[in-house]
């Protein structure tokens, strides 16, 4: 019985480390529909595509900027983050912080666009950080 739940907790500990990033921004980017939701009312047809247009243009923006530092393609490191969801303690409340910031600020359709744009912008760069800052502490622990 041991290994049976030795299996079924390794499994678990893949699906929460393999998911982590991607629940964090989905709490992010739903939590800042549903505020814009209330702030602006019921999104129209085109605010629902400008809401899109504003998480896809974060993705994108970082991407570019990424590849412009010459960084290149290079293979990743094992992402390997003890608590894989403490990367969602930071990002998820900040991304939501800005997306409200934004929503209240604009008070136009406008916001459609920038509050996802916010949103996601600060969700990914946060979530980045925390994984990078969390495998520099490995790395050092493991050379000292």
Do not use: C, K
């Amino acid at each position: 019985m041991q290994a049976a739940d030795h299996a079924y907790s390794a499994g678990l500990r893949t699906i929460l480390r393999s998911t982590a990033a991607a629940y964090g921004y989905t709490l992010t980017i739903a939590t800042t529909l549903a505020d814009l939701t209330t702030s602006r009312g019921a999104p129209t047809t085109a605010e629902l595509f400008l809401f899109v247009g504003g998480g896809l243009a974060a993705f994108s923006i970082i991407e570019l900027l990424l590849q412009s530092g010459g960084a290149g393609e290079r293979a990743e490191p094992r992402q390997n983050v003890r608590f894989a969801g403490a990367l969602n303690f930071i990002s998820v409340p900040a991304g939501l912080g800005a997306a409200t910031g934004v929503t209240r600020a604009l008070g136009s359709p406008l916001a459609w666009l920038l509050s996802p744009l916010a949103a996601t912008t600060v969700y990914l760069l946060l979530a980045a950080a925390q994984l990078a800052a969390t495998q520099a502490r490995r790395s050092t622990s493991a050379a000292g």
